[in-house]
T-cell receptor, first 112, second 116 residues
């Protein structure tokens, strides 16, 4: 099955700086890579996703990049704000499939 | 819409006790999932269901049973709780349109279970 590794496990950044989280996956058939954000006391929520037919996708201050050859993908958060403090999970799966394999999560803390 | 709701929010059990966690969704989603979240291990799939009356094992199914008697509900049972089942449990659902599945999963708020 799919194995997703996520680094780092914790990340502390100064407000206004950028944050980068990296994930690798093992199954070359995976073609769907979402990122979920989990705020304290809540369930994870999808914030952005990318499919294997594109290399980069942006949505305001967040962007995801995908390198299919190396089997890794990354989340970039620019101009971090206190509300970006949360646990972020990457995941991998197949488009039109119903299962996802999640990474272990990254706890991001934005320092004021 | 309430989305995905979970009952209870917190529970403490003694080793050997049994309990059922209830998940309900009002979005008419076909697929439902139970995950457990442990520090450093992310979200691990326990069981899932692709429709009413059907269930399947996920990555870590041992010690758990599930039932999906109604489309909107997905129950997770612990027959004889063990300390290793201390965790935060999340239910999620996702939908299907015209024969295709959509990957976005909608999560409930979680149930924090402690087994002493």
């Amino acid at each position: 099955g799919e194995n997703v590794e996520q680094h780092p496990s914790t990340l502390s950044v100064q407000e206004g700086d950028s944050a980068v989280i990296k994930c690798t996956y093992s199954d070359s058939a995976s073609n769907y890579f979402p990122w979920y954000k989990q705020e304290l006391g809540k369930g994870p929520q999808l914030i952005i996703d990318i499919r294997s037919n594109v290399g980069e996708k942006k949505d305001q201050r967040i962007a995801v990049t995908l390198n299919k050859t190396a089997k890794h993908f990354s989340l970039h958060i620019t101009e971090t704000q206190p509300e970006d403090s949360a646990v972020y999970f990457c995941a991998a799966g197949l488009i039109n499939d119903y299962k996802l394999s999640f990474g272990a999560g990254t706890t991001v803390t934005v320092r004021a | 819409n309430a989305g995905v709701t979970q009952t209870p929010k917190f529970r403490v059990l003694k080793t050997g006790q049994s309990m059922t966690l209830l998940c309900a969704q009002d979005m008419n989603h076909e697929y439902m999932y139970w995950y457990r979240q442990d520090p450093g291990m992310g979200l691990r799939l326990i069981h899932y269901s692709v429709g009413e009356g059907t269930t399947a094992k996920g990555e870590v199914p041992d010690g758990y049973n599930v039932s999906r008697l109604k489309k909107q509900n997905f129950l997770l049972g612990l027959e004889s709780a063990a300390p290793s089942q201390t965790s935060v449990y999340f239910c999620a659902s996702s939908y299907q349109v015209a024969g295709a599945s959509y990957n976005e999963q909608f999560f409930g708020p979680g149930t924090r279970l402690t087994v002493l």
